[in-house]
């Protein structure tokens, strides 16, 4: 049982390129989150996915796009990579977004635009 | 947006003595959850204790406790016998679902042999 994973575990890109953080939880959980984790500041909520095809904005949405390709699967993605972007990427889930039962988060991706 | 502050951006404590992290929340709700989450160097997050704000009696688990205090907006945490391991940066976190989860900017804890 791995619970949250994320690839990859670190990442620098160029300003202007695209990716895509992959995640994965084997928890059969419904719901999956994106976070940012920048220094100083606490995790902001970038996109959420309550359930299995569907998705909605969190705090910080600006600049990304999300997939919710299965039950397991979440991704995030950087069309158009800029330094602002600059930051540490956790995925997490959880069983509901109606009770909030605690979140699983993944190791995070530290990733560096120049 | 709620609020989450930790006014202790950096805090130390002898091994085995006992240490507090503050936490306090701004919120005109009555209905939600608090949690305390841990963060070592490997910079995964744990799920140290969590709070229903329905609930008067404090959470503890083995070590760690908390102190709710719902009319002053506090959510303090206690570590009992510090240990080396207990060592990362503390997050105070509140939600009212999933999808509201709000974090403050963390404690650095430093546990001195």
């Known amino acids: 049982n791995a619970g949250v994973t994320q690839t990859p575990k670190f990442q620098v890109l160029k300003t202007g390129q695209s990716m895509t953080l992959q995640c994965a939880q084997d928890?059969?959980?419904?719901?999956m989150y994106w976070y940012r984790q920048d220094p100083g500041m606490g995790l902001r909520l970038i996109y959420y996915?309550?359930?299995?095809?569907?998705?909605d904005k969190g705090e910080v949405p600006n600049g990304y796009n999300v997939s919710r390709l299965n039950k397991r699967e979440f991704s995030l993605r950087l069309e158009s990579a800029a330094p602002s972007q600059t930051s540490v990427y956790f995925c997490?889930?959880?069983?509901?977004?109606?009770?909030?039962?605690?979140?699983?988060f993944g190791p995070g991706t530290r990733l560096t635009v120049t | 947006a709620q609020t989450v502050t930790q006014s202790q951006p950096e805090m130390s404590v002898q091994e085995a003595e006992t240490v507090t992290l503050s936490c306090t929340y701004d919120t005109s709700e009555s209905d939600y959850y608090l949690f305390w989450y841990k963060q070592p160097p490997s910079r995964q997050m744990i799920l140290v204790i969590r709070?229903?704000?329905?609930?008067?009696q404090n959470a503890t688990e083995n070590r760690f406790s908390v102190n709710f205090q719902k009319a002053a907006k506090s959510f303090s945490l206690k570590i009992s016998d510090s240990q080396l391991g207990d060592a990362a940066m503390y997050f105070c976190?509140?939600?009212?679902?999933?999808?509201?989860?709000?974090f403050g900017t963390g404690t650095s804890l430093t546990v001195i042999p």
């Open positions: 976190a509140y939600a009212r679902t999933g999808n509201q989860f709000y």
């Open positions: 996915s309550a359930s299995e095809g569907t998705t």
């Open positions: 928890m059969n959980h419904n719901s």
């Open positions: 997490a889930s959880s069983e509901s977004v109606v009770d909030p039962y605690e979140q699983y």
């Open positions: 709070q229903e704000a329905y609930k008067q």
